[in-house]
């Protein structure tokens, strides 16, 4: 974490959210929800290129991070814990980007609290079309890989991720081996179904959402989830939500394609 940024933790309904942010709130904000096992600090080489113009946020999210772990007992909604942090942290109509699952909470901020965000960005949300067993499936593969993760040691975490994502940096590689260490995968279950009460939710809400969109997607072919054939039902329901995909990423986009990506989001955010 770069020695100027600030970190702490917020109340929300039954817990706590951790959360690193890099100004003051003197700028423009830019909240960054991260994916699935990951943490805040993953967003890392991002925020220093949104520092310069954007005050931007970076919180765990639960069971991730430095934020509270999930109870079994206790409900859990993750689009409302981002709301709170909002409230709480006084941060006026940030711009939302949220990756994979975080692209799903952000989705969901962004439909159900429509007046609190100025825009939505997703990276690579996982949806699909209705008739399509991939989402489930990759699902259960990914809930596996989650549940076998405290067995291993960081250093063989390390290794893999350093083998799998040669063009890494060494801190990248760090940071993603210890959001995997921090991750809680106790409770993957309860995660995921607070996620996917409506696997299909942006078939039915996409027509009728009011706040400027951008949907980033990468090569299905490379590992990118978002399909050509939900990026034409997008279009066939909404005209207004700006799709671009960068045919060279995967799924990783933000962590492969740093400056690219960055631009995409500099560039529709100063159209707005």
Avoid at 5 to 13: A, D, S
Avoid at 55 to 72: F, L, N, T
Avoid at 127 to 149: C, D, F
Wanted: charged share 20%; glycine share 6%; with cysteine.
């Amino acid at each position: 974490m770069s020695t100027d940024w600030q970190q702490g933790n917020v109340e929300v309904k039954s817990g706590y959210i951790h959360y690193y942010r890099t100004g003051q709130g003197n700028e423009s904000s830019i909240l960054l929800i991260h994916g699935f096992s990951d943490n805040g600090l993953c967003w890392t080489p991002i925020a220093r290129l949104l520092e310069r113009s954007y005050d931007v946020i970076m919180p765990d999210m639960r069971s991730h991070g430095q934020s509270a772990r999930i109870h079994i007992e206790v409900p859990v909604d993750l689009a409302s814990d981002m709301v709170d942090l909002i409230q709480t942290l006084q941060i006026p109509r940030p711009v939302i980007i949220g990756h994979s699952m975080g692209a799903m909470i952000a989705y969901q901020v962004g439909t159900r609290y429509s007046n609190l965000a100025k825009a939505i960005i997703l990276e690579d949300p996982p949806w699909w079309m209705p008739q399509q067993s991939m989402g489930i499936q990759a699902e259960n593969t990914m809930k596996e890989w989650a549940r076998q993760l405290p067995a291993q040691t960081i250093g063989e975490i390390e290794t893999a991720n350093r083998k799998d994502h040669p063009d890494w940096s060494d801190e990248m590689v760090r940071i993603m081996s210890e959001s995997k260490k921090q991750f809680d995968p106790t409770l993957v279950d309860i995660l995921f179904n607070n996620l996917n009460r409506n696997r299909s939710e942006w078939l039915t809400t996409i027509e009728s959402i009011n706040i400027p969109l951008l949907i980033i997607t990468g090569n299905p072919e490379l590992g990118g989830i978002v399909t050509k054939e939900v990026i034409s039902k997008i279009q066939e329901i909404n005209l207004k939500v700006k799709i671009i995909t960068i045919p060279d990423a995967g799924h990783l986009i933000h962590f492969d394609k740093q400056n690219k990506f960055t631009e995409i989001i500099m560039t529709f955010l100063n159209n707005q």
